[in-house]
């Protein structure tokens, strides 16, 4: 095991300070094979949407500053603290050491809190650009938007911190991750649940909700016509993003109703089964790699981009 010379390398346990259960073997190379498949899916893909949108013009658009500092988050993990877990699969433990938890612990919150402030921003971004396309420009002018993105890193980091003092980042055998420790602190948790996940998606889903009711009203003509009309590429562009935000809500949700739920009924952490508590984290593991597929899937601009850098990798190895 690891070098623990430093302060002690906490488990998070079921209840008793020890982890009863050894995993089946299926299981294990069930997770194995998902976090290897998220990890070079996420690294490849990811790094594809931040070549793309810097080699294309249609791409360098305001709104897509969002999508390369999201593509940045979800990178994060793939680099560090996903290595890192797929060792401790394979070890059946930790055997990074205390700092490395940390850092890890810490990259994962900062990757997941930076993903869903993202998807905020690009959220109201569409929300401005296609709800109030007059006052776009002024509000999302280059200087302005690079702003807003160093602001949803300073408050991602912000948001992080506190893990630190309330020594919340800890090993939990369960997932083999260094991770927010969802019983530390009941108020913590919750508050953690409510300003990372709930508020962030309340916020994302108002915006959608009213961009929908004016796309159904342009449909049904009941739009009055002096106002801006809703392009087509426009309506593609935000259908994509749509579908980002819905699953990154899908996938991340079940880990926090049930971090919600033990907070509120600490009793439930025993009744929780644990294949549902690892389904849940590798879920929300698995989130990191879909948005790089979605565009190029849902994105004439994004898919023909990617063609083309492969097709150029290609022929540089040729």
Not at 69 to 89: E, G, N, R
Request: some cysteine; proline content about 5%; glycine content about 4%.
């Amino acid at each position: 095991m690891a070098d623990i010379r430093h302060p002690p390398l906490k488990n998070i346990s079921s209840g008793d300070g020890g982890y009863q259960d050894p995993p089946f073997p299926w299981a294990v190379t069930l997770l194995a094979s998902v976090l290897i498949t998220t990890i070079v899916v996420d690294i490849l893909g990811n790094l594809l949407v931040i070549i793309s949108v810097f080699r294309n013009k249609k791409l360098r658009k305001a709104g897509n500053a969002f999508v390369v500092s999201l593509a940045i988050a979800d990178l994060v993990v793939a680099i560090y603290p996903y290595p890192l877990v797929l060792t401790a699969i394979f070890h059946d433990g930790w055997i990074a050491g205390y700092i490395h938890c940390q850092i890890s612990g810490f990259l994962m919150g900062l990757s997941v809190i930076g993903s869903i402030f993202n998807i905020t921003g690009i959220a109201v971004n569409r929300y401005c650009y296609i709800c109030h396309s007059l006052k776009y420009d002024r509000l999302f002018s280059n200087k302005n938007t690079v702003c807003y993105v160093v602001l949803v890193w300073v408050l991602t980091v912000l948001a992080i911190v506190p893990n630190w003092f309330v020594e919340s980042l800890q090993y939990d055998p369960r997932v083999y991750s260094c991770t927010f420790a969802q019983s530390v602190s009941s108020l913590y948790t919750i508050t953690v649940v409510v300003v990372h996940f709930i508020l962030p998606i309340s916020i994302v889903t108002y915006c959608y909700l009213r961009i929908w009711i004016l796309v159904i009203q342009v449909r049904k003509r009941v739009k009055p016509d002096n106002r801006p009309k809703i392009k087509p590429h426009d309506f593609r562009n935000f259908l994509t993003m749509f579908v980002v935000f819905v699953l990154f809500a899908v996938c991340w949700a079940p880990l926090n109703f049930i971090g919600l739920a033990v907070a509120v009924n600490p009793a439930l952490g025993q009744a929780i089964p644990k294949w549902l508590f690892t389904a849940s984290y590798f879920m929300a593991y698995f989130n990191s790699c879909l948005n790089a597929v979605i565009y190029g899937v849902l994105n004439h601009n994004f898919r023909k981009e990617y063609k083309r850098i492969v097709m150029s990798v290609f022929k540089l190895r040729c």
